[in-house]
């Protein structure tokens, strides 16, 4: 398949099988970080100047708090990792009830933004003092990582044998992938560096040394990334298509499992070790 960035350059990419249930963008940029150069990547950025980072704004805000609750769910207070921090909310948010956090952001200018909004927010794991976490989480980052398997090495190291790892990605699996095609938002190239399907993620973390426990939808994903999605599309976007598109992935996906996005909770497995394949 071949795919746009349509976020910064118009480059076109190829989206290629890596491994079973794991696909990956090529060529690899010599240069990743000036894809994210733009005031429209809405992750790095706290602005609500348009009808789409309100949209986003609105449902983060609801999803913060549901996060939080899913992971006291597990574990009722200790001490959190958010890889790929962005501006801190969600940190920011968990520390309400006591939590010790802390945060990497490689990007500088989110990073920035967080640390004024008094978090302690690093540049990379190997500036990390605490080397003990009882959660990891990386909301929509893993994607975005070149070495992905060998940093969840290092998140495995980090981790205490009771942890949990949580990550959150888009499924290509999923309704709204497979109606917008080459113009899912989700593709996101070549910002999106890897693409993930369930049963890939699966079988990937389990020859990392983790077991996965849970799985929980993101539903509003399916709505904002089919939003997106009518944007890519040649001709004009339909607001209206993009919900309608939205909810029918949905509602196809509680028989099938396949959401739009999906957070995956992994516990390590201390019967495998780190197997990079």
């Given at each position: 398949m071949i795919c746009t960035d349509h976020l910064v350059s118009g480059e076109k990419f190829e989206i290629k099988e890596y491994q079973k249930g794991i696909l990956r963008t090529q060529p690899l940029p010599d240069n990743l970080s000036r894809y994210y150069d733009s005031e429209d990547y809405i992750s790095h950025s706290d602005s609500e100047n348009s009808l789409q980072d309100k949209i986003y704004h609105l449902v983060k805000s609801h999803m913060l708090s549901k996060k939080t609750t899913w992971i006291r769910g597990y574990i009722k207070q200790g001490s959190i990792l958010d890889y790929g921090a962005g501006t801190g909310e969600f940190l920011n948010t968990i520390k309400k009830f006591l939590w010790n956090v802390e945060g990497v952001e490689p990007n500088s200018t989110a990073r920035e933004l967080?640390?004024?909004?008094?978090?302690n927010l690093k540049s990379e794991l190997s500036e990390l003092t605490n080397l003990n976490y009882d959660v990891i989480t990386l909301w929509h980052v893993l994607e975005h990582i070149p070495d992905f398997e060998i940093k969840v090495a290092e998140f495995r190291k980090l981790?205490?044998?009771?942890?949990l790892l949580i990550i959150?990605?888009?499924?290509?699996n999923s309704y709204d992938s497979k109606y917008y095609n080459e113009n899912w938002a989700a593709w996101d190239v070549p910002r999106h560096l890897w693409h993930f399907s369930r049963n890939g993620i699966k079988e990937k973390f389990s020859h990392l040394g983790f077991r996965?426990?849970?799985e929980k939808p993101l539903k509003f994903d399916s709505y904002y990334v089919s939003l997106l999605s009518e944007k890519n599309k040649p001709g004009s976007s339909n607001l209206i298509n993009a919900f309608y598109r939205g909810f029918i992935s949905n509602h196809q996906a509680k028989r099938s499992g396949e959401y739009s996005s999906i957070t995956y909770f992994f516990k390590k497995d201390p019967e495998t070790h780190f197997k990079a394949i």
């Open positions: 967080g640390i004024l909004k008094g978090l981790l205490k044998d009771d942890g959150a990605v888009p499924n290509y996965l426990v849970e």
